[in-house]
């Protein structure tokens, strides 16, 4: 709050006296030239302008696999099916998740904010939980939106196509 009130005195004097002028008085009161006061302002902006963007759900996954590689593959399918919401689709299941694996967790806002929580949960489990985890994740193949579409339109789950071998296929008569 303080810095809230010294930036709007700051601001009028610079309309009063404009940025050349007050720059030099900083100067001279810092024991500074007013070049090296303007490079610790523009160095200021700078970092508060660099923010780092969230790393992706697979560059989270690729991290863990150097510190695991023994997990690497179940951990990339499920980096996978995180992505295509087919693992832990909404956000009160990763809650859930993240609760039952005991995991601390601030406030999760998103899917993709919990992401780093997720995979952390994840890298500590051995590599037969992740298997089972990747195989129960597979079995149904569908994610809750497209099963809650399918009720809605009543239509039945899509069986498994049979792949023939070439030599049985139905002749034409």
Sequence with gaps: MNDHFLELELRL???????KRVLHALARLGDQTPEQLEE??????????????EPSVMDIVASESRVHPEIAEPLRL?????QNRTFLPQLRDVRRFLDRTSSTHGKLRSREAAAASVFCALGKLTRDELLRLTAHNDASGE????????EIMRTPPKEPREVRE????????
């Design 13 to 19: 004097l610079i309309v009063r006296y404009n940025r």
């Design 40 to 53: 610790l302002l523009r160095a200021a902006e700078e970092k508060r302008k660099a923010k780092r963007p």
């Design 78 to 82: 499920l980096g996978l099916a995180f």
């Design 143 to 150: 994610s809750e939106f497209s099963m809650l579409a399918r």
């Design 166 to 173: 070439p030599s049985e296929e139905p002749s034409k008569s």
